[in-house]
């Protein structure tokens, strides 16, 4: 049976500042609480990042999967999981078709999933790349103001200039809370 899916960015949306590297990423605290509400209500919980820094050899693809154990591990101490996690670990001049906001990694996850695209969701803090990649999927896109996001939506907003957010939210949990609003899910 189909599932309703929502894809997650991680730094600036699920925790850090936006731009550093994974190797210093900390969840916030209410992104725990979300991806714990999505894993209860029978919502894939996908998370979904572009780490350009593997491919400038700032850092290496073991660093990423070690830290990537680590936040599972995290995630599994307060009774929740991601249902897969895809990264990009490609740069701009790489050329690859999974860098945010092209389709790559949601085509890796319908492959692996049985996801209800109808019931999709991109929640995340860079326009340019989060929103529009809502658009390339035809899915819902949730703007957080945390990590760039308020950057995103005032300064940098010519950027994504022709995609609009379908719902803008302080954080991930405020997204989150919506997303089971619009699916009609009673919390």
């Known amino acids: 049976m189909k599932k309703p899916v929502v894809f997650l960015d991680f730094q600036g949306t699920l925790g850090g500042e936006g731009l550093e590297d994974i190797t210093s990423f900390e969840f916030f605290p209410f992104a725990l609480e979300a991806i714990q509400l999505l894993n209860k209500n029978n919502i894939l919980a996908i998370g979904i990042t572009n780490q350009s820094h593997i491919s400038k050899g700032l850092i290496t693809m ?25 990264c990009c670990p490609h740069d701009n001049k790489d050329h690859c ?26 929640v995340g803090d860079m326009g340019m790349s989060d929103m529009v990649l809502a658009k390339n999927i035809n899915a819902k896109g949730i703007l957080v103001l945390t990590g760039v996001g308020r950057g995103s939506l005032n300064e940098h907003r010519s950027s994504w200039q022709d995609v609009n957010a379908d719902y803008i939210a302080e954080n991930v949990l405020e997204a989150v809370r919506w997303i089971l609003n619009d699916l009609k899910i009673n919390l």
């Open 62 to 86: 073991e660093e990423y999967d070690t830290k990537l154990q680590l936040l599972k591990d995290k995630l599994a101490i307060h009774n929740s999981f991601f249902d897969s996690v895809y």
């Open 97 to 122: 078709n999974c860098r945010k906001p092209l389709t790559g990694m949601i085509e890796k996850a319908k492959e692996e999933h049985d996801l209800d695209m109808q019931k999709a969701y991109v």
